[in-house]
C-alpha cells in the first residue's frame, strides 16, 4: 500500500508547488513606467518654446556688472541687415515686446530685445556689438517708457552700429541717468514720439520732446486712450512704426 500511494502523493506535492509558482509570479507588478518630464510651456515667463530658442544672455559689461536675459531672433528671410533693439518701460522686462517680434521678422528685420533696470544705454551698445557679430549692418531702436528715454539718449552716444531711426513710446523728458530733453537737441537721426492722450503726462513729454527735437525728419502721433509704452503698438500705432521704419531704416539696409 505505501508503494502505490507514493506517486500519487509526489504528484500531489507537484501541483501544489506549481500552484505557488503561478500565484507568485502572477503577483509581481511590472514596473511602473515613469512619464517623460513635460519642457516647460515658457521661457522667461513669455516665449514660446519656438521662440526660446533665440533666448541668450547678453553680457553688457558696464550695464550693472551682470548677464542680461535676451532674446534674439534674425529676420524670417534670414540674413537681416536691419535690426530693431527694444528698450523695456520701467520695472517691466522684455516680456512686453514679445507679442510683436513677429511683426517685425516678418518684414525683414531682426530684432533684440532685452531686460535690464540698471544703464540701459550700455545694454543697447551691447546689443548692438551682438548684432554685429551676426551681419547686421544698421540699427533702429525702439523704447517704451524708460526705455524710450534711454534710446533717445542712446542715439546721442557712440554705438557699435549705426542707428538709423528712433522710435520713443511714452517718454519721460528726463529719467534718472538718462536726460532726453538735452539729448534730442543733437541727434539729427529720424525720430517717431508717440503717446496717448489721457497718458499724462507723457503726451506733454512726447509734444516738448518733439518740438526740441534737431531730427531731419521728425513725427509726432497721439494716440487716442490711456495706455502707456509698448502697449501703444497694440492700439494703432504698430502700422505707423512699421511705415515709419520703412522710410529711414528699411530692413534691406
Known amino acids: ?25 502572477s503577483t509581481k507588478a511590472a514596473p511602473a513606467s515613469t512619464p517623460a518630464p513635460t519642457p516647460s510651456a515658457t521661457i522667461y515667463g513669455c ?3 519656438e521662440q526660446s530658442k533665440g533666448a541668450f544672455t547678453l553680457d553688457a559689461g558696464t550695464a550693472g556688472g551682470s548677464s542680461l536675459k535676451a532674446y534674439y531672433r534674425d529676420s524670417d528671410a534670414g540674413g537681416a541687415k536691419t535690426a ?20 517685425f521678422t516678418k518684414s525683414g528685420y531682426a530684432v533684440l530685445a532685452f531686460t535690464s533696470e540698471n544703464d540701459v544705454t550700455e545694454g543697447i551698445k551691447a ?5 554685429k557679430e551676426k551681419g547686421v549692418t544698421g540699427l533702429a531702436l525702439i523704447g517704451a517708457s524708460k526705455g524710450g528715454t534711454a534710446s533717445l539718449v542712446a542715439a546721442n ?7 538709423k531711426a528712433v522710435v520713443s513710446l511714452s517718454a519721460p ?3 534718472p541717468l538718462y536726460n532726453a530733453a ?5 541727434v539729427k537721426i529720424p525720430t517717431y514720439f508717440a503717446a496717448e492722450e489721457k497718458d499724462a503726462p507723457f503726451n506733454a513729454n512726447a509734444k516738448a520732446l518733439y518740438e526740441a527735437s534737431a531730427a531731419e525728419d521728425k513725427q509726432l502721433k497721439i494716440y487716442p486712450g490711456v495706455n502707456h509704452g509698448s502697449l501703444l503698438l497694440k492700439d494703432g500705432a504698430l502700422p505707423d512704426v512699421k511705415a515709419y521704419l520703412a522710410k529711414h531704416a528699411p530692413a534691406a539696409g
Open 1 to 25: 500500500m505505501k508503494r502505490s500511494m507514493l506517486p500519487g502523493a509526489l504528484a500531489a506535492i507537484a501541483l501544489v508547488l506549481t500552484a505557488c509558482s503561478s500565484s507568485g509570479s
Open 47 to 49: 516665449l514660446t518654446q
Open 84 to 103: 530693431v533693439i527694444f528698450s523695456h518701460q520701467l520695472s517691466g522686462s522684455l516680456c512686453e515686446w514679445a507679442p510683436y517680434f513677429a511683426d
Open 127 to 131: 546689443a548692438a556689438g551682438k548684432l
Open 157 to 163: 552716444q557712440q554705438n557699435p552700429l549705426p542707428v
Open 173 to 175: 523728458d528726463v529719467f
Open 182 to 186: 538735452v539729448a534730442v537737441k543733437s
